[in-house]
């Protein structure tokens, strides 16, 4: 009766790995996956941590990173105002964003100064700021800019709460004006900076006029972001996805067996050994394939 047990063995230990194997292969942590999936909205494509919105899910990114695609356009908030997201540069870390409530009008519902999280963002280097006031009177003739007064637009009028109120806008320092100047738009009742580049500012220049004025706002201007950069290449270079632990507020890479905190390895340090076949060979479960090899060599050994 034993020499027809043997023959069998072989078959029974095949049969064992094939089934260990598929579930080894599915202990993938679904975020790993999930993350490397992009944001993709009109002509903005192909865009990952820190950003998350739409197909990426909020761990896949920093909460203050949120995109929004609303009719092809992609939005981001930031303190309170929401901009479109222009162009995006991954590799060097930068972005081109307009501010919604000034496309197409220079007459927004809420007087709002544009206001940054320096904790993430920051004004690129070709930043130049243009201000904008409303509800003010009417400059003495003298004073038309016409007559060579650089850098102060002629007046214009907006409807705000119902009623008209004029305004000007200003693309230089006030400390390149007159004191009459500065008393009469001291007197404005609000004022609002909102920045440009310095390219759109010089064309602007050129002729102060409120149609010149929203397509200098339209254009946009740059922001550097940081958010762990550098800890995201090392994520990624290890095989692993970017992300963002929503329990622990903290930077998350996450690996295809499971999250750790900067990058993937291919086993834990100071790993404890232990007796039995499974502690011979410890692998992260993204290299499945070893897994299956462990268990053979294992059985073969006996």
Known sequence: MESHLFPTMPLIFIITIIFL???????????????TATFDC????NIGYPFWGSNRPDYCGHP??????????ALITIKNLTYQVLEVNS????????????????CPNLLLNTTLDFSF????????????YYGCPQLPSFLNPLAGIPGLSTQFTCTLNNSDSGGFYLTRNLGNFSATILNNLGSCANRVIAPA????VSTLESSLTQDNLVVALEKGFG???DSNNSVCETCNLSGGSCGYNTNTSLFACYCADQPEQYSCGVSAPNQPESSGASSQFFFSSK??????LGIAIVINAF
């Open 42 to 45: 009109g002509n903005i494509t």
């Open 121 to 132: 963002f920051s004004y690129a280097s070709d930043i130049q700021n243009i201000t904008l």
């Open 223 to 225: 922001l550097q972001w």
């Open 287 to 292: 290299y499945h394939s070893l897994e299956c």
């Open 64 to 73: 203050k990173f949120w995109l929004n695609c609303t009719d092809q356009a």
């Open 91 to 106: 590799e060097a870390h930068n972005l081109k964003v307009a501010r919604t409530d000034y496309i197409g009008s220079i």
């Open 21 to 35: 194997c598929p579930l080894f292969a599915s202990a993938v942590d679904e975020r790993h996956q999930n993350c």
């Open 197 to 200: 580049t310095q390219s759109s």
